[in-house]
């Protein structure tokens, strides 16, 4: 899962990016849960700008207040990649706060610790996680990030089934995303409102955040999980099938 690229994706889109349908169609089968009536995007490289240019615009600390971050809070930042968003987490939640980061790409995993130990983050682990699977311990984090990767998920209703117990009581998903079709990576609002609502999320608030070139969008989790044989996807109109 890659993080932000943005104006050199669309670029690449025609090579890059693109229906995954292998993908979703191998785990249709994973535990009952059915595949996403939608294209999905490919895992494509995120390093779009560097980071002094995205901290000069501002993007982190937009995307942050939105969410509501704040000292000593618990935050999984999924789809981690290079660690722009975790080393920035890290010291938000300081002096007792925790970031658990994670990528689905082991090399990318390992580059990511590196840095931390590196920059010697003590309050951040780092893990690999499954594309259908975040593999979160439960109850434990205040915020959940997804920031410029949902659409690469291929199994979005079991990640996201999977993902909802390791929120706290009063935990909070936090999803950045641009408004375009997801094989442009991005995500249009209905859609993105379908498939958490078909999971047993609501959301809680949305509002544009131009410093990270998307929307951010806050859900929580109500009421029990649904059986995984009674979700149903949504089409590209944010419908349910």
């Given at each position: 899962?890659?993080?932000a690229a943005l104006g050199l994706m669309l670029a690449?889109?025609?090579?890059?990016?693109?229906?995954?349908?292998?993908?979703?169609?191998?785990?249709?089968?994973?535990?009952?849960?059915?595949?996403?009536?939608?294209?999905?995007?490919?895992?494509?490289?995120?390093?779009?700008?560097?980071?002094?240019?995205?901290?000069?615009?501002?993007?982190?600390?937009?995307?942050?207040?939105?969410?509501?971050?704040?000292r000593n809070m618990t935050v999984a930042d999924i789809?981690?990649?290079?660690?722009?968003?975790?080393?920035?987490?890290?010291?938000?939640?300081?002096?007792?706060?925790?970031?658990?980061?994670?990528?689905?790409?082991?090399?990318?995993?390992?580059?990511?610790?590196?840095?931390?130990?590196?920059?010697?983050?003590?309050?951040?682990?780092?893990?690999?996680?499954?594309?259908?699977?975040?593999?979160?311990?439960?109850?434990?984090?205040?915020?959940?990030?997804?920031?410029?990767?949902?659409h690469e998920i291929a199994q979005p209703f079991a990640?996201?089934?999977?993902?909802?117990?390791?929120?706290?009581?009063?935990?909070?998903?936090?999803?950045?995303?641009?408004?375009?079709?997801?094989?442009?990576?991005?995500?249009?609002?209905?859609?993105?409102?379908?498939?958490?609502?078909?999971?047993?999320?609501?959301?809680?608030?949305?509002?544009?955040?131009?410093?990270?070139?998307?929307?951010?969008?806050?859900?929580?989790?109500?009421?029990?999980?649904?059986?995984?044989?009674?979700?149903?996807?949504?089409?590209?109109?944010?419908?349910?099938?």
């Amino acid at each position: 899962m890659r993080r932000a690229a943005l104006g050199l994706m669309l670029a690449l889109a025609p090579l890059a990016a693109g229906c995954d349908s292998k993908r979703a169609k191998a785990a249709a089968g994973d535990a009952g849960f059915p595949p996403p009536a939608r294209p999905v995007a490919r895992i494509v490289s995120e390093r779009w700008s560097t980071e002094a240019a995205r901290d000069r615009l501002g993007e982190a600390r937009a995307v942050m207040d939105r969410a509501g971050i704040r000292r000593n809070m618990t935050v999984a930042d999924i789809g981690a990649g290079e660690g722009y968003y975790t080393v920035r987490l890290a010291g938000r939640v300081e002096p007792k706060g925790r970031v658990l980061a994670e990528d689905v790409e082991s090399a990318t995993r390992d580059r990511l610790a590196e840095r931390v130990a590196r920059e010697r983050l003590d309050n951040v682990s780092v893990r690999l996680g499954l594309a259908d699977d975040p593999r979160l311990p439960a109850a434990s984090f205040d915020r959940i990030l997804m920031i410029h990767m949902y659409h690469e998920i291929a199994q979005p209703f079991a990640f996201l089934w999977r993902m909802r117990p390791a929120l706290r009581p009063d935990g909070l998903v936090v999803v950045v995303d641009p408004d375009r079709a997801p094989d442009r990576h991005g995500m249009p609002p209905a859609l993105l409102d379908c498939e958490f609502r078909a999971v047993g999320y609501e959301r809680v608030s949305r509002a544009l955040v131009p410093q990270a070139q998307g929307y951010l969008t806050l859900y929580r989790a109500v009421g029990p999980r649904p059986a995984p044989e009674a979700i149903r996807p949504c089409d590209a109109a944010g419908r349910v099938l």
